[in-house]
């Protein structure tokens, strides 16, 4: 099995920074693509960020554009998620996804096979 393993939530102001990490442990696998999602209690998990894993293709969601940044080192571990300009909007549980093939839409949920336990970032004013 594989494990996927987020850290770097906190809490910070608004218009900081906070990098998340994403690393995988126990079998290794190849995988498609990996993603960044995020949740507020009582909402649907929603896309945040994706990268493709073999041509390091990114895709945001157009709340995040311009701001987050997605990206991994030569297709190892960990992948990243940079976040400039914060928001309280932002504030969620940040989960990491990864999908071994191909699954349609990198914003699609369901593509995803595997998830962490989710970091908790929280933007206050």
């Known amino acids: 099995q594989v494990q996927l393993v987020e850290s770097g939530g906190g809490l910070v102001q608004t218009g900081n920074s906070l990098r998340l990490s994403c690393a995988a442990s126990g079998r290794t696998f190849s995988w498609q693509a990996m993603g960044w999602f995020r949740q507020v209690l009582g909402k649907e998990r929603e896309f945040v960020a994706a990268?493709?894993?073999?041509?390091?293709?990114?895709y945001y969601a157009d709340s995040v554009k311009g701001r987050f940044t997605i990206s991994r080192n030569n297709a190892k571990y960990p992948v990243y998620l940079q976040m400039n300009s914060l928001k309280s909007e932002d504030t969620a549980v940040y989960y990491c996804?990864?999908?071994?093939?191909?699954?349609?839409?990198?914003?699609?949920?369901?593509?995803?096979?595997?998830w962490g336990q989710g970091t908790q970032v929280t933007v206050s004013s």
């Open positions: 990268i493709s894993w073999s041509g390091g293709s990114t």
């Open positions: 996804a990864g999908r071994t093939r191909y699954s349609g839409s990198y914003s699609f949920l369901g593509g995803y096979n595997y």
